[in-house]
Structures are given as structure tokens and as C-alpha cells.
């Protein structure tokens, strides 16, 4: 714990200005249900709301879990685009507030 917090000060707050300190959290939600599952019943989407919060908490980073399955639903076949208009959706919206995000696909098949 001690080297953790060690590297954080020193990142923080002796940091040359061409590094970026990040401090994030998840943004859960896509992740979640049943396959294919119904969009607000068993999986939902990070809000807009949610991404203002976590930036005005001075938040910097956002890990965006989501399932593959529910992204591509058959092998090789083509990519489910309202699913993906829900990724980039919450990807253009927190960039757009200076956060990055960190596309994070599982897969449980």
C-alpha cells in the first residue's frame, strides 16, 4: 500500500507537465443481463449524468465494460449497431467532457 501511495504523490504531484495522472472508475451497466437481453431491463446505459458526477469529482478516466455477445451476436457476423451506437455514445460524450475511456469487451461465452 505504502509504494502505491508513494507512486501516486509522485505522479500527482511531481509530474512533469507532459504526464497525465489519471483517476477513474467504471461506468457499468452494458455489461449486465441476460443474451441477448432488452435494453432497460436487463442491461442499461451510463448516463450523461452519471459522466458529469464522476468528472466534476475530478475524474479523469472511465473503464466502459461491455459484452461482446450482445455487440456481435453471431460468430463473424456483423455488429449489432444500436449496441455500438450505445458505446459511442458514452465514449464521444465523456471525451467530450476531456475524460478518456477505456473500451473494456467480456465475453462469457
Not at 505522479?11 to 441477448?36: I, K, Q, R
Not at 458526477?53 to 444500436?82: A, C, H
Request: with cysteine; aromatic share 16%; proline share 6%.
Amino acid at each position: 500500500v505504502l509504494f502505491i501511495l508513494c507512486g501516486y504523490f509522485l505522479c500527482c504531484f511531481s509530474a512533469p507537465s507532459a504526464y497525465t495522472c489519471y483517476h477513474g472508475t467504471n461506468l457499468a451497466g452494458l455489461d449486465f443481463g441476460s443474451l441477448p437481453g432488452v435494453f432497460g431491463k436487463d442491461y442499461t446505459v451510463p448516463t450523461p449524468g452519471e459522466v458529469d458526477y464522476f468528472t466534476g469529482k475530478g475524474m479523469n478516466i472511465f473503464r466502459l465494460p461491455f459484452l461482446w455477445e450482445r455487440l456481435q451476436v453471431d460468430s463473424n457476423g456483423p455488429l449489432n449497431v444500436t449496441y455500438l451506437g450505445y458505446i459511442d455514445s458514452v465514449v464521444k460524450y465523456a471525451t467530450s467532457k476531456g475524460a478518456s475511456v477505456l473500451i473494456d469487451p467480456h465475453n462469457y461465452a
